[in-house]
């Protein structure tokens, strides 16, 4: 009796990787106060770097807090608020740093950071989890190495169309079955891949795969045509 050619099951991942990592975009030249910052201090350097949140360190860099426009505008908020309403009474710590007058009273602590060697998928994650807008970017020890804002994380859509098809036909499609017809196009930053896939059960797989590359906005699948020019 012939042996049944044995057929192995289609993988559950497609190899990938992301070039970027938030030491890749995050801004290295930071401005940071210390704990005895005035808040006026603190109101200018905003204004002028056009920031909305500075990290607040202690003896070498380590970052303690962060003070933002937030921890700020209480301030302004109950300048003329009755202390006896109850929605003002429900809010005490605002009302804390409306009377505060330093970084150290005003941050908010411990301070909500991202290491060096996070994937940006993580730094959003955070990013959108304690909605800040801005992450201080620390080492093992704590120290400040730079900060990554919502605008830097955006910049991978920034990547060139030929260079986002070039990794996926080089991290994504080189995994597929040798079988596999599949190509692909970028426009806009807007993926199609078309042509034969000799498993279905890859698909999945393979729509995974290719919104997992950094500067992808979408995917199109057509795996019964050819791609074809826009």
Do not use: C
């Not at 996070?118 to 900060?147: F, W």
């Amino acid at each position: 009796m012939p042996d049944t050619p044995r057929t192995d099951p289609p993988p559950e991942e497609l190899p990938s990787h992301s070039p970027y990592r938030v030491s890749d975009l995050m801004t290295h030249t930071t401005i940071a106060v210390g704990r005895d910052a005035s808040f006026k201090e603190i109101v200018e350097l905003i204004e002028q770097w056009k920031i909305s949140a500075l990290p607040v360190l202690e003896g070498e860099g380590r970052v303690i807090g962060v003070v933002s426009e937030a921890d700020l505008l209480p301030k302004e908020e109950f300048r003329d608020a009755d202390p006896t309403r109850y929605d003002v009474l429900r809010r005490l710590s605002d009302m804390a740093k409306a009377g505060a007058v330093t970084a150290g009273e005003l941050m908010s602590s411990p301070a909500v950071t991202v290491h060096a060697d996070a994937t940006l998928a993580e730094a959003a994650r955070i990013m959108a989890r304690r909605r800040v807008k801005r992450l201080p970017v620390i080492n093992d020890s704590g120290l400040l190495q730079g900060v990554v804002s919502r605008s830097d994380l955006l910049k991978v859509f920034l990547r060139e169309d030929e260079e986002i098809a070039e990794e996926i036909r080089g991290s994504v499609l080189t995994a597929l079955p040798s079988s596999t017809g599949v190509e692909v196009r970028v426009h806009q930053g807007v993926v199609t891949l078309a042509g034969t896939l000799s498993d279905t059960a890859l698909v999945p797989v393979l729509a995974r795969a290719t919104r997992a590359v950094e500067g992808v906005v979408d995917i199109r699948i057509d795996l019964s045509h050819p791609v074809s020019d826009p």
